[in-house]
């Protein structure tokens, strides 16, 4: 089909800005990465979280909330957030599709140790960034 298509420009001797108008949206779109949507990006959050803090106990889940999409490759989720014991973890993460299906995964992890903060201890808090 593209040979075909450049057989009938070259035959038609239309110029450079003609052919690229002349071509369908599909044609050109085929440049752009693939759409993200929702589900995989929070599955890569989840992933991202469980790499980094380690496996969760299996009543314990990552909660993310406020998603919305930032570009046609990126989505971010200002609240994400989770319990262990008595360890608050609350931040954001942003997932980003990079050519090929990579994915690059940037969060601000505020990990907070409750009892600590309760009993007026000192250092109770640490910030974890990725």
Known sequence: ???ATCTLFAALALPAPAVAA???????AADKPPRLHMAPARNEIHLAM????GALPPSETITTRACDRRSRTRIRCDR???WVG?????????????QRRAWKVTYRIVHTNEYCADTGGSGCRSVHRG
């Open 1 to 3: 089909m593209k040979f």
């Open 22 to 28: 002349a071509l369908p949206a599909r044609a050109l």
């Open 50 to 53: 469980e790499k980094k803090f």
């Open 80 to 82: 994400v957030q989770w």
């Open 86 to 98: 008595d360890s608050a973890f609350d931040g954001w993460a942003t997932v980003q599709m990079r």
